[in-house]
């Protein structure tokens, strides 16, 4: 197959062609120099930013490493029972190095592209423009998601709550057994789990952070003798205190703190005191308990509900009591009952 000449085309002679290659040898030689620049400059600048992002990724898994061993050290001793629960900080730990590392990549990778891009003379304005619009609409379109992953970023960093933390979020209330930067799981009293959207949760009251408080009423009979009943609850609660681990769980001493309500049939004496983080009920069930050893010992009872009565003094049977009320149809020569009786012809 032949291709056509157009026979008005003048002929290439090779003085032309010379000369033409001349041309495009001196525009690639006034180039190259450029060419070589621009290069150099776009690789100068990926692998500074290739090497960055690996010694920051590298130093914050160092870091997050380092922060578990220091919790793995105290692990099993009274420090980490009483301070630090390993699980939770290693979650913790995890969840801040993964934030951290994303965002350092993100950084780090997106500062590379824009100056490649600006080493290859190419326009920013019009990109960045189309950028935050994209921006915006993915904003609206995705801002629960936006609003529940930087509630948990916070939430996570600001240390509001933590696994095998008891809290309530409103919402709901239970053990936390998992704290991701989405969704918050919950394990209920019943079992349940719940699965808490961090955007959604308002407030949270954290029952394991800092001290508790247990709260303990005893009713008493109004005749009991007053420091009678003061001496043994002191000393009931002076040896729990001393017991193991009620002297771990116990953070101060058990206060009476005197009469709250003086009845007919019964006074109540209030006892309270500081204790560990989500041991309250625990201790309130263990002080009733001795309370109520300490009391039968000591002969004195704990009454309730309605008040007891002994032999003496339960009243006589009322003899009218099974009787029925009077009438006025008992009379026949009353209205009522000549009213009702019926006519006669």
Do not use: C
């Not at 204790?275 to 000591?298: C, H, N, S, Y």
């Amino acid at each position: 197959m032949f291709l056509a000449v157009d026979p008005s085309t003048p002929p290439v002679t090779l003085d032309e062609a010379a000369e033409r290659a001349n041309d495009a040898a001196s525009w690639v030689e006034q180039n190259w120099s450029t060419w070589l620049n621009v290069g150099l400059r776009i690789l100068l600048i990926v692998a500074i930013a290739v090497v960055l992002r690996i010694f920051v990724r590298r130093t914050l898994t160092k870091l997050i490493e380092r922060m578990n061993r220091s919790v793995q050290a105290v692990e099993g001793t009274a420090l980490g029972g009483l301070l630090v629960n390993a699980e939770r900080r290693r979650q913790r730990s995890e969840a801040i190095g993964s934030v951290l590392r994303s965002v350092a990549s993100f950084l780090i990778m997106g500062t590379a592209g824009l100056m490649v891009l600006g080493a290859l003379d190419i326009n920013l304005a019009p990109l960045l423009a189309s950028a935050g619009v994209a921006g915006v609409a993915l904003g609206f379109g995705a801002r629960n998601l936006v609003t529940d992953f930087l509630s948990g970023v916070f939430m996570i960093i600001e240390d509001q709550y933590g696994v095998g933390d008891t809290v309530d979020a409103g919402v709901a209330s239970g053990e936390v057994i998992e704290v991701g930067l989405r969704v918050t799981k919950l394990r209920g009293d019943n079992g349940e789990i719940w699965y808490v959207r961090n955007g959604e949760v308002k407030r949270i009251g954290n029952l394991s952070q800092g001290w508790a408080t247990a709260s303990v009423d005893v009713n008493v009979r109004p005749t009991e003798d007053l420091d009678t009943v003061r001496k043994t609850i002191g000393h009931a609660a002076a040896v729990m205190s001393k017991d193991e681990p009620w002297n771990e769980r116990l953070w101060g001493p058990v206060e009476i703190l005197g009469l709250t309500e003086v009845m007919l049939d019964r006074m109540t004496v209030s006892v309270s005191a500081k204790t560990m983080p989500g041991q309250a009920l625990r201790v309130e069930r263990e002080l009733r308990w001795r309370i109520k050893q300490a009391f039968d010992e000591a002969g004195i009872r704990i009454v309730g509900g309605l008040p007891a009565q002994t032999g003496d003094e339960q009243a006589a049977a009322d003899p009218t009591a099974g009787m029925a009320a009077p009438s006025a149809y008992a009379s026949s020569t009353s209205p009522q009952s000549v009213a009702a009786s019926p006519l006669t012809k």
